[in-house]
């Protein structure tokens, strides 16, 4: 089977256990026009996995991705950005997806902003803003105090919807963003915060496999329920479209790799992701029901990630060629060390490299590569539609 070429357009032939099949990636050089795009703004919830830049904002001495090798490849000069990427993330290429140029503005940075055009154009409902934070979680108690939870991410965005219909009134606000998309990726410090956890030995710890496992249960519930609470405060401020990314396989990016002898996946931390997972897609298939009119497709980064780890060095297709070391780092698997100006390791074709970094975020190719498969890619990948299809439904 062959794959046609549209102009401009990049295209992986990728091979599949059952054939084969084509992901198209927009060229990382071009720039969209904005006047094109296919939705008012793209609205963005999330962690590092998303994050172009709020942590830069925030207060206090702890990580940011605001230093070399971080933006090497960045388009226009290779510069950090705040983006946890050698370039480009996954918000990038879903906004440029949909026909912008790239990730909306982090919000932190529009306080800061001597644009007053940009501004303007945010308060009547075009472009985007991202209220993302590397380090966040669905629950407050993730990472307490460090970085942006969902909740206060949530109460920006309020803060941006008030400033719109200030400007164009409540009708017109509302029609804008029931038609702009809101991309959420979210969960992951939250699973893993719970797993360093349950490898603390403590009194309180449980004793027998069936007392953690009601535990995990517990914790997954709490996640669910908070996650719910967020849709529909989302929904109650008009969101109709969400583009959701569930969590990947965490257990298998290099810091929890580095835990393993012979560099094995974390069993433990992908089960309970791929728990969350499930319990996610419920959730969504009744929110749909209970609100009306809400559209929503969730992206499978765990299943993506199966399939470019099904085979190593070389897994089939997706152009990959290391699954399981940092591209940017040090010592075995690239994880020892963190991403810094002096890291002994810095590959040289980042363009095969699933991770960028021992915390398991995706290089630009693989950012790329993710986006493409949700947006237009197999249906595997999506449900129970994918992002082009959300964005295009009437």
């Not at 996946?265 to 791929?274: F, G, R």
């Not at 319990?279 to 559209?295: F, T």
């Not at 698997?333 to 398991?360: E, H, I, K, M």
Request: hydrophobic residues 40%; proline residues 6%; contains cysteine.
């Amino acid at each position: 089977m062959g794959c046609l070429n549209n102009v401009g357009v990049v295209t992986l032939l990728v091979m599949m256990a059952s054939g084969m099949m084509c992901i198209q990636l927009l060229p990382v050089a071009v720039a969209s026009n904005n006047a094109a795009a296919e939705v008012p703004a793209v609205y963005v919830l999330g962690d590092s996995t998303v994050d172009v830049g709020n942590n830069n904002y925030l207060p206090g001495d702890f990580p940011r991705a605001d230093h070399p090798y971080y933006g090497v490849d960045f388009p226009g000069g290779g510069r950090p950005t705040g983006r946890w990427s050698n370039g480009y993330n996954l918000a990038d290429f879903v906004a440029r997806s949909v026909g912008f140029r790239r990730s909306p503005p982090a919000y932190l940075s529009l306080t800061r902003d001597s644009s007053k055009s940009r501004r303007r154009h945010i308060r009547e409902g075009h472009g985007g803003v991202s209220y993302a934070s590397a380090g966040s979680g669905i629950l407050d108690s993730t990472n307490p105090g460090k970085y942006i939870p969902l909740s206060q991410q949530l109460r920006y965005f309020g803060a941006t919807r008030a400033e719109m219909v200030a400007t164009l009134g409540a009708s017109a606000a509302t029609e804008l963003l029931s038609s702009s998309l809101f991309l959420i990726s979210i969960g992951t410090n939250d699973i893993g915060v719970f797993v360093a956890a349950q490898r603390q030995p403590s009194s309180s710890s449980p004793t027998n496999t069936s007392a953690a496992g009601e535990i995990a249960a517990a914790y997954l519930s709490s996640l669910v329920s908070n996650y719910s609470a967020a849709i529909t405060e989302l929904y109650g401020m008009g969101a109709r479209r969400l583009a959701i990314v569930n969590v990947g396989m965490i257990g298998c990016a290099p810091w929890a790799r580095l835990q393993s002898p012979t560099g094995e996946c974390a069993a433990a931390a992908n089960e309970l992701a791929a728990g969350f997972n499930a319990a996610l897609l419920r959730l969504l298939v009744e929110s749909s029901s209970s609100l009306r009119g809400l559209g929503y497709s969730v992206g499978d980064l765990y299943g993506l990630m199966q399939q470019a780890t099904m085979a190593s060095p070389s897994p089939p297709g997706l152009g990959l060629r290391n699954v399981d070391s940092a591209c940017c780092g040090g010592g075995r698997l690239g994880a020892q060390r963190g991403c810094w100006p002096n890291s002994t390791t810095l590959c040289v074709d980042r363009r095969r490299y699933l991770f960028w970094d021992s915390s398991g975020h995706p290089t630009q190719r693989a950012a790329q590569i993710i986006a493409s498969a949700f947006y237009d890619g197999p249906a595997q990948f999506t449900a129970p539609v994918n992002f082009k299809h959300l964005v295009r439904a009437a």
